[in-house]
């Protein structure tokens, strides 16, 4: 099927779901995108290219999942290892179609002025260069501080030490006359930036985009989550080839089949927002990391339901860890108020997990898997009639889940 949907509003929740790495900041690219924004504005770019400037800002570290990772970009002004996240940017965005002609500027949004390549045509040279200046901005402003006048002077003494080496002299100019105005920095504030792209939004229209246009996005999503954790690699891929096969299996029909397997490709979006210490930690959760891993289908529904359109993948999304006895999390619901999606994307999510090596045990094999599953469905917590579909197709479901899914 079709979905209509604004592809604005499908960017900025991919903008919230890279932001929550951030934890306690998470409005880093929103800012990136409004100060880019303004200074293309300052220098009479059209309003193609400054729609373009807020898409790249807001994507531009869709390359970064690992909250470490995320420290280093907010912490220093340059580092040995900074171009990373920014070639795994890049081949994220080339591989969606709606995102592809972003790809050189998030490449090169790392790269010295004074290294640029010759052959760089001279848009792309300045977007790239224009994204780094204010990725340094916001970075600076974390470490210094934008109380005052003389801690924004120090901003622009830094950016300005750096003109004709790191960047563009007349980015530089420009950031300078923009970063005059007390109102630069009063937008950088989370109710009046958060206002600004909300105008933006909703200049935006909605299209029609086949079922694969939407399902690049779902994977791309995917993608910047699994690479959160090497022992979550490629788990979405497989709890959505799994969850799909299942409701294949099950004849439940084509409309139902897609919602789960976007709905799965989505579900771990909030994990984002978990520090990498809780994923990768080799023994029990205290008390206080359960609860902050416990949370992350809620802000998958946050994240997602920004998206018009998408609000019955957003639901299906946050309740796959909801068990039918109502002891599941993050709303306690009861067998009545779990649609059948999210029922079959908890068992493929349980199944996939449980198959996979985690950092506190070896994956099992699939007798193992079905085991518990079957206790599960003893317990009260699980549909009986999808287990006993795993339980009757064991082998094909094992095999779905390891091998993930292709376009």
Not at 140 to 162: E, N, P
């Amino acid at each position: 099927m079709n979905y209509v949907l604004n592809l604005r509003e499908v960017t900025y929740a991919l903008s919230e779901a890279l932001d929550y790495v951030g934890i306690d900041d998470t409005m880093h690219g929103k800012r990136v995108a409004f100060m880019a924004a303004e200074i293309g504005k300052r220098l009479g770019w059209p309003a193609e290219r400054i729609n373009d400037l807020i898409v790249a800002g807001m994507m531009h570290d869709c390359g970064v999942s690992s909250t470490d990772v995320h420290d280093h970009l907010v912490s220093e002004l340059d580092w040995d290892n900074s171009q990373a996240h920014c070639i795994r940017g890049s081949a994220l965005l080339e591989k969606v179609g709606i995102y592809r002609d972003y790809a050189q500027a998030i490449f090169y949004h790392h790269t010295h002025w004074d290294e640029m390549p010759p052959t760089l045509d001279a848009v792309t040279m300045e977007n790239a260069n224009l994204i780094y200046l204010v990725d340094r901005v916001d970075a600076l402003r974390v470490q210094i501080g934008d109380a005052d006048a003389h801690q924004r002077a120090q901003i622009g003494d830094m950016i300005r030490k750096y003109a004709g080496k790191m960047f563009s002299p007349e980015l530089v100019d420009a950031y300078t006359f923009c970063a005059q105005a007390d109102s630069f920095w009063f937008y950088l504030e989370s109710e009046a930036l958060s206002g600004y792209l909300h105008e933006w939004l909703e200049k935006g229209s909605s299209e029609e985009l086949p079922f694969e246009s939407i399902k690049a996005v779902a994977m791309m999503f995917a993608d910047v989550v699994d690479a959160k954790s090497t022992f979550t690699t490629e788990h979405s891929y497989g709890v959505a080839s799994l969850g799909r096969y299942i409701a294949r299996g099950l004849e439940l029909g084509r409309e139902i089949e897609e919602r789960v397997e976007l709905a799965a490709l989505l579900h771990d979006l909030g994990k984002l927002r978990v520090a990498d210490a809780i994923l990768n930690k080799q023994g029990p959760l205290n008390e206080d990391e359960r609860l902050k891993m416990n949370r992350h289908g809620f802000d998958s529904h946050m994240i997602l339901r920004k998206i018009k359109g998408m609000h019955d993948i957003a639901r299906i999304a946050s309740l796959h860890h909801e068990y039918l006895n109502a002891s599941g999390y993050p709303y306690h619901l009861s067998a009545g108020e779990i649609p059948l999606e999210a029922r079959v994307l908890a068992v493929a999510d349980i199944f996939q997990a449980l198959i996979q090596d985690r950092p506190y045990r070896r994956g099992l094999e699939a007798e193992g898997a079905l085991e518990i599953l079957r206790q599960m469905v003893g317990d009260g917590r699980l549909d009986p009639r999808i287990v006993a579909f795993v339980e009757a197709d064991l082998q094909q479901c094992y095999e779905h889940a390891k091998k993930g899914i292709e376009l």
